[in-house]
C-alpha cells in the first residue's frame, strides 16, 4: 500500500512538471507585444503585371479574409485613415506540366499552377516601409476536357494558399521595423 501511494505521487509530480515546462515556450495574445486589431491595416488593390485576367480580383477576397480571421491587424476600409498600407503587385502567373502517360511523353497529366507577388507593407504616417517580401501560392490543376472551368475553380486556391501565408507573416510580429 505504501508503495503505491509513492508511485501515484510520483505520477502527480510528474504530470505537474510536464504541464509546467510543456507550456513554458507559449506565450498568450499576439506576438512581439502587439496588441490584437491595436493597429489599422489598408490592403490596396494589387497591380497584376501577368497576361492572365482577373488574378488581383481574386486575391483581394481572400487576403482580407485572412487579415481579418488573423486578427493581429484591425481591416480598415476607409481611404488615408489606417496605420499601415499593404500593396503589391502580381508579378508571375505560370503553369507546370506534371505527370505524362507512359506511352506519350509529352502528353500532360495534371498542371501545377503558382503565383507570385511581391508585397510591400509601409506605415502611412511616415512611408518607411516595414516589409517588402516575394510570396508565391500554389495548387495542381487536373487536366480534363474543360480546361478552362478547371482554372476557374483551382486559380482561388492558390491565390488562398498566398493570402494565408501573406497573412501569416504579417500577424506573426517577426517583420522588420
Known sequence: MFFLNRFFLFLQLCFVLCLLFGCAGYHLGP?????????????????????????????????RRSIQQDGTYWLCTERDSSDYVLDGVITNFERRGIGSYPSEVTVRV????????????????????????????????????????????????????????????LGDGKIKD
Open 31 to 63: 506576438p512581439a507585444g502587439q496588441v490584437s486589431g491595436g493597429n489599422s491595416i489598408e490592403v490596396i488593390r494589387f497591380k497584376n503585371e501577368t497576361l492572365e485576367p482577373r488574378l488581383s480580383e481574386y486575391l483581394m477576397g481572400p487576403l
Open 110 to 169: 495534371d498542371e501545377y499552377i503558382i503565383i507570385s507577388v511581391k508585397i510591400s507593407l509601409r506605415e502611412r504616417a511616415t512611408g518607411k516601409i516595414i516589409l517588402e517580401q516575394d510570396f508565391s501560392g500554389s495548387t495542381t490543376l487536373p487536366l480534363g476536357a474543360d480546361q478552362t472551368s478547371a482554372e476557374r475553380q483551382h486559380i482561388p486556391v492558390a491565390m488562398e494558399n498566398l493570402a494565408r501565408d501573406i497573412a501569416s507573416i
